[in-house]
């Protein structure tokens, strides 16, 4: 069975310009999560999708940021215009209604912005 | 106050010993704990997760929680080089919600 994956691996834009990126989740898996690690701190949780349906995104920082899942299948994720704080890895996971709530995790994509 | 905090290391142990690593969570409605082993440019990889308060052994790894203390921890046995990671706590309060994670701690296994 395929695990989590994402792309791109890297992606080096420059302040202003607008990137996209891409996750697949494991498939049948209805949950689906966006995460992101800024250099030195902690992984924080960007937003959850239930299906297609927005469940949670609290943590999405502002309006420049813009998920979605069209379908419930893949996700993408989108910054524009991007910003230089907006730097770091940009982790997915997904996870099923089993009964134990593991959350499986993707690659990353290393996002820098100049 | 961090929600989750870890001790960020690193940790050094030589081989065939004991590991342990700590963990502390300020939110009393946390359910669910979740240890994730991450390597180098790796994902995170779940190694254990618990639900209640005591031990609970899988292997070489084992997990104990003490909910009145709010702290979870990760014992490794035996530890091997390969063991040699970043070693995340994360925990939820609702099932299938989103995780916090602490910073993570690193773990360094010599031969």
């Known amino acids: 069975e395929a695990g989590v994956t994402q792309f791109p691996s890297h992606s080096v834009i420059e302040k202003g310009q607008t990137v996209t990126l891409r996750c697949d989740p494991i498939?049948?898996?209805?949950?689906l999560y966006w995460y992101r690690r800024v250099m030195g701190k902690e992984i924080k949780f960007l937003l959850h999708f239930v299906k297609e349906s927005k469940q949670d995104e609290s943590g999405m920082p502002n309006n420049r940021f813009l998920a979605e899942r069209t379908g419930g299948t893949y996700s993408t994720l989108k910054v524009q215009p991007a910003e230089l704080e907006d730097s770091g890895v940009y982790f997915c996971?997904?996870?099923?209604?089993?009964?134990?709530?593991?959350?499986?995790f993707g690659p990353g994509t290393r996002l820098t912005v100049l | 106050q961090k929600e989750v905090e870890q001790n960020s290391g690193p940790l050094s142990v030589p081989e065939g010993a004991i590991a342990s690593l700590n963990c502390t969570y300020s939110?009393?409605?946390?359910?669910?704990f979740f240890w994730y082993r991450q390597y180098s440019g790796k994902s995170p990889e779940l190694i254990m997760s618990?639900?209640?308060?005591g031990d609970k052994e899988d292997g070489r790894f084992t997990a104990q929680l003490n909910k009145a203390s709010q702290y979870v921890s990760l014992l490794i046995r035996d530890s091997q080089p390969s063991d040699s990671a970043t070693y995340l706590c994360?925990?939820?309060?609702?099932?299938?919600?989103?995780?916090?994670f602490g910073t993570g701690t690193r773990l360094l296994v010599s031969p």
């Open positions: 996971a997904s996870s099923d209604w089993t009964s134990t709530d593991t959350q499986y």
């Open positions: 994360a925990v939820n309060e609702v099932a299938f919600q989103k995780l916090v």
């Open positions: 498939s049948g898996h209805d949950n």
């Open positions: 939110d009393r409605v946390s359910q669910s």
């Open positions: 618990i639900y209640s308060n």
